[in-house]
């Protein structure tokens, strides 16, 4: 069932978990995340990289995500991924998006605000509800990672926009990690207190050690992306395929074996941020 932003993150905040939030990209993709909610019967976010977005990419394949929320067993909420501009909010709302993140964090501390605020009262009027980011999430590939959200910053910036859930900059990047990250767990427990327990966000979720995703759900992390380990698992499977020299050509049973890949890893995203069994 296609379900809002705040009905999944009402779930974490219930049951002390976290909403695994996938990035998808094609069918395929959306096939395999499907299948891993619906096997562990998980709620679970799509979402989408807003460069598809504005390319004609997002046309196509917001019909399929919204096709498997609405048949899905368990609630599923699609939500647009680092919305930078109304540009990519709009839209999304029009294809369909039943959560937006408006991603301002590269955008001067008040300037992140206003706009973050103007997004969450657009959004309002269809009942959909507002991820924002302050403190900026960068790239495994930055020279240094910028400075960390602060708890007194968050919380002015949570009670002035109305966002109903934070992305912070707690020690993640987006991408492959040369070395596993460290986070700074006492600082989202501080976060979630000064913003009176507002639903946090972690992103670079790929390639962060097991125990540290969990330290980080039970200080207060309720939703939690991965996109770059769902490349990986499809690409690496596409690619081993590939090498077989009686490999399948017709494409539909090609990609039979990179779904699986992507539900297998998804089941183990899941079951590592306690989604599973948790559908309503
Ligand atoms: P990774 O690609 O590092 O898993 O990050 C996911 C993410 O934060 C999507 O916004
Ligand atoms: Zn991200």
Known sequence: MLVNLDYVLNLAEKGNFAIPAFNVYNMETVMG???AAEETKAPIIMQVYPRLMKEETGYFLSPVILAAAKRASVPVCFHLDHGPSELETTRSIRYGATGIMLDGSTLPFEENIAL???VVETCKYV??????????VGTTKDAEMDEFTTAEDAKKFVEETGVACLAVAVGTAHGKYTKPPKLDI????AIREATNNTALVLHGGSGVPDEEIKKAVAAGIRKMNFATD???A????????LQKPDRTVAVDNFMKKPIDAVKDFCISRIKLVGADGKAK
Do not use: A, N, P
């Open 33 to 35: 995340v499907l299948k």
């Open 116 to 118: 973050t605020k103007k």
């Open 127 to 136: 009942d959909v509800q507002v991820e924002g980011e302050l403190g900026h």
């Open 186 to 189: 006492e600082r989202i427990k």
């Open 230 to 232: 769902i490349c990986y």
């Open 234 to 241: 499809f690409l690496d499977c596409c690619l081993d395929e």
